[in-house]
């Protein structure tokens, strides 16, 4: 049973927590930053007489590589910054870093120290750092000595990094320079969001809560043509940026490097957008009490979800709508639901979190007001074009609604696009002018499907211009059944709309295709009810350790009455 359980039933049984024996909890006034990409991050320039003699005990690097030639550095130390800050690179060494670090600590407080953690590797494809690499996961020019698997799979690399980091910190945000051995690739945007989503995911921050600025590549080298992808950054990834590498840098000559002045310069860029994006104060904070228990300032103090976490400065705290990040919570029937495009956003009764789970696609917003959705900003984002969703649920059956409006065209004809749920098309070929108008919200569905493999895919898929969706509601549900070979889908505004079977069909045999007979999965009543309830030794621990707790308060009332 861990410190944060303990605490809790102390708190519960009425007894102020005592100190645990516990090692040293993050200060939250060593704001850390990240470091990710390739050659140009990880440092090429030449370290010259004014990148040296710096020593700000105020910038702190975290080794990510044992064995620098000269130096006792060893992986997963914290040290005083100096060059490479990425690495052991005996060819020169300058990275943006060393500025952006520099930068970032002459403008924030003086009991705040800058930790830098990089994790960049030279030549390396983006498809090193996604947690599935595949074949991609050898390190281009060797092994990451001290590195997790001598750095084989550069995502678990850069997570071993960031939480050895997160032991001592809080990590405030992310630059990144990439893209030279992915040059013009077209899904290298969305590639770059299933890296950023997973590492969030990861280390429990919020989209919110960890930013995430792009640098672009060099113009005077071979490669500034994949500027324009760098460009959709922040649409492709949430509270995405980036920043600009025109006027007048330079490479240092080979068409793919900065030289030093350029480095410099690129740094002090990452340095002045992250400062428009963070809070560089000191913390914590105090966010106030509720039934006599701090309040959680943010929902990433509570990774587990159960309404109580604990703070930087190690104090438990309790979650409730004033904390910073809040979900509502949902019915219990709801599984998942996505605000497709956007943030979190709540719509007839139902919260929806942020966009998630998505693969290719571009997220669009409008400002109009859009008839049916109750004046929920739900039906005001999409994501356009081809691409699909992977949704993490059990084995079992679902009910799917699709929340769809038409935010561009006026015109029928205009747009045409087809859904499938599970490899079966729910939504075949529709026109939504055609069907509810312009800016009018429609709910399709709910579509009944089986999941067998513990992910709900979702594929959009154009026949005319883009195809777009809104929203993504899952409850549970019932195993689909070839009732009908036709589904009805309902305005928002609650006027019923049937859909014709070329705008939002479902064949009898598609239907019954979906999942196997219930019978497969069914458990009798006998069988769920005659085995009897065993404990396990974390059980009977937790017993004994209440019946302590109350023990205690019933002696402290005793004392306190005599």
């Known amino acids: 049973m861990n410190n944060k359980m303990i605490t809790k039933l102390l708190l519960l049984a009425g007894i102020s927590a005592l100190p645990l024996a516990a090692q040293a909890a993050p200060d939250p006034n060593f704001h850390i930053y990240l470091l990710l990409g390739q050659s140009n991050m990880q440092g090429t320039?030449?370290?010259?007489?004014?990148?040296?003699?710096?020593?700000?005990?105020?910038?702190?690097?975290?080794?990510?590589?044992?064995?620098?030639?000269?130096?006792?550095?060893?992986?997963?130390?914290?040290?005083?910054?100096?060059?490479?800050?990425?690495?052991?690179?005996?060819?020169?060494?300058?990275?943006?870093?060393?500025t952006f670090g520099h930068t970032m600590a002459a403008n924030t407080d003086d009991n705040i120290t800058i930790g830098l953690v990089g994790g960049a590797y030279g030549g390396a494809k983006i498809e090193y750092f996604l947690p599935n690499c595949g074949s991609d996961c050898t390190p281009p020019y060797g092994g990451i000595s001290g590195a997790p698997d001598n750095g084989t799979g550069g995502y678990k690399w850069v997570l071993d990094l960031a939480k050895k980091a997160q032991e001592a910190g809080v990590i405030k945000g992310i630059i990144f320079h990439q893209g030279e051995s992915n040059s013009g690739q077209q899904n290298w945007p969305s590639l770059v969001n299933q890296y950023i989503t997973a590492l969030r995911t990861d280390l429990g921050i919020s989209a919110a809560d960890l930013p995430f600025i792009a640098g672009e590549l060099p113009y005077t080298g071979c490669c500034s043509g994949h500027n324009t992808l760098v460009r959709q950054i922040p649409n492709a990834v949430q509270n995405g940026h980036y920043v600009t590498a025109e006027g007048g840098l330079n490479d240092k000559g080979d068409g793919l490097h900065w030289n030093s002045a350029a480095v410099r310069e690129m740094g002090r860029r990452y340095a002045a957008k992250m400062l428009t994006l963070v809070d560089t104060n000191s913390g914590p904070v105090d966010c106030g009490t509720q039934d006599g228990s701090?309040?959680?300032?943010?929902?990433?103090?509570?990774?587990?979800?159960?309404?109580?976490?604990?703070?930087?400065?190690?104090?438990?705290?309790?979650?409730?709508?004033?904390?910073?990040g809040y979900i509502p919570p949902n019915p219990d029937d709801v599984v998942a639901a996505i605000n497709v495009g956007g943030q979190g956003v709540s719509f007839d009764g139902v919260y929806y979190q942020a966009d998630t789970g998505y693969t290719g696609g571009m997220a669009n917003s409008t400002s109009d007001s859009i008839t049916g959705s109750d004046g929920s900003a739900l039906f005001q984002t999409e994501r356009y074009g081809d691409f699909t969703y992977e949704i993490s649920v059990p084995t079992g059956d679902?009910?799917?609604?699709?929340?769809?409006?038409?935010?561009?065209?006026?015109?029928?004809?205009?747009?045409?696009?087809?859904?499938?749920?599970?490899?079966?098309?729910?939504?075949?070929?529709?026109?939504?002018?055609?069907?509810?108008?312009?800016?009018?919200?429609?709910?399709?569905?709910?579509?009944?499907?089986?999941?067998?493999?513990?992910?709900?895919?979702?594929?959009?898929?154009?026949?005319?211009?883009?195809?777009?969706?809104?929203?993504?509601?899952?409850?549970?549900?019932?195993?689909?059944?070839?009732?009908?070979?036709?589904?009805?889908?309902?305005?928002?505004?609650?006027?019923?709309?049937?859909?014709?079977?070329?705008?939002?069909?479902?064949?009898?045999?598609?239907?019954?295709?979906?999942?196997?007979?219930?019978?497969?999965?069914?458990?009798?009543?006998?069988?769920?009810?005659?085995?009897?309830?065993?404990?396990?030794?974390?059980?009977?621990?937790?017993?004994?350790?209440?019946?302590?707790?109350?023990?205690?308060?019933?002696?402290?009332?005793?004392?306190?009455?005599?």
């Open 45 to 98: 320039a030449t370290i010259q007489a004014q990148d040296r003699g710096i020593n700000n005990p105020r910038v702190r690097t975290l080794q990510s590589e044992n064995g620098c030639s000269g130096q006792n550095w060893t992986y997963g130390q914290w040290r005083v910054a100096e060059p490479p800050q990425v690495r052991c690179n005996q060819e020169g060494g300058l990275g943006p870093g060393d």
């Open 398 to 562: 679902y009910d799917v609604t699709l929340d769809l409006v038409e935010l561009y065209w006026d015109v029928a004809g205009s747009r045409a696009f087809s859904v499938s749920i599970e490899g079966n098309t729910v939504v075949d070929d529709v026109d939504l002018v055609s069907q509810v108008g312009h800016d009018v919200a429609w709910l399709a569905g709910p579509f009944a499907t089986r999941v067998q493999d513990g992910s709900l895919s979702i594929a959009v898929s154009t026949t005319t211009d883009n195809g777009t969706l809104s929203g993504i509601l899952v409850r549970t549900g019932t195993a689909p059944t070839p009732s009908s070979s036709s589904v009805n889908s309902q305005v928002a505004s609650s006027s019923s709309v049937a859909s014709s079977s070329s705008q939002a069909a479902v064949s009898s045999s598609e239907a019954s295709s979906v999942m196997p007979s219930s019978s497969s999965a069914a458990v009798s009543s006998s069988s769920a009810t005659s085995e009897p309830v065993k404990l396990g030794s974390a059980d009977w621990y937790f017993l004994v350790l209440m019946g302590f707790v109350v023990a205690l308060r019933q002696k402290l009332r005793g004392a306190a009455a005599s």
């Open 294 to 324: 701090p309040i959680c300032c943010n929902i990433s103090a509570d990774p587990d979800g159960d309404g109580w976490g604990i703070q930087n400065d190690n104090q438990t705290c309790l979650v409730t709508p004033a904390t910073d």
